[in-house]
């Protein structure tokens, strides 16, 4: 028998892709240094964080986890709630940031190229250390917090919206983009 759900799986299961992708991520940023650019791979990167890790992922967090979480006595100001928005919004401000470079980079020129790197490597900084926080601590209390029916509510709401799509593209597509990305420049 399956093993029940709970509060947080499906989100510590989104946050182990987007840890592998900030992997390629990382490799990608190597190759650039070496003056091998793949921008297009570096694009399909951006899509992945914009669509899956930010609309689909974070919509979650956002919309149902944390709500849930200020209902049963977690204030949005002042806590762990109020961090994980801002790194939130931050880690939005950097992959706009990526996307402009990338466009820029068309144009050719190394300043463009400059952008994009730093940009990348503050969003991986920001969401490595981002998912452990909320690895082992805010899913920590979201796990001990929110009860069986709670749960079985939750999970539903978190279907809901993994079966939407996301300019166009599904959750199942951008894994797919994720398993592309991965095999090209993942660990094995
Ligand atoms: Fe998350």
């Not at 399909?44 to 006595?73: I, Q």
């Not at 961090?83 to 980079?105: C, I, N, Y």
């Not at 969401?127 to 690895?135: F, G, P, Q, S």
């Not at 082992?136 to 809901?160: H, I």
Request: proline content about 4%; hydrophobic content about 40%.
């Amino acid at each position: 028998m399956a093993e029940p759900r709970t509060p947080t799986g499906v989100l510590r299961e989104e946050h182990q892709l987007i840890l592998r992708v900030l992997d390629v991520l990382q490799a990608l940023l190597e190759k650039g240094e070496a003056g091998e650019w793949d921008l297009d791979a570096m694009r399909e990167c951006v899509e992945f964080f914009r669509l899956f890790a930010d609309a689909c992922h974070h919509g979650k967090e956002e919309d149902l986890l944390f709500p849930e979480l200020e209902a049963r006595g977690i204030p949005r100001e002042g806590g762990p709630i109020a961090v994980m928005l801002f790194e939130h919004k931050q880690g939005r401000g950097f992959v706009a940031r990526m996307a402009k470079a990338l466009e820029d980079a068309g144009g050719g020129g190394v300043e463009p190229l400059n952008r994009l790197d730093h940009a990348a490597r503050s969003y991986l900084e920001l969401l490595r250390a981002h998912i452990n926080k909320e690895d082992n601590v805010l899913f920590n209390m979201a796990d001990q917090m929110v009860d069986r029916p709670g749960c079985e509510l939750l999970c539903g709401q978190y279907d809901v919206v993994c079966a939407r799509h996301f300019e166009g593209r599904t959750k199942e597509h951008l894994e797919i983009l994720a398993g592309n990305l991965l095999g090209r420049y993942g660990h094995p």
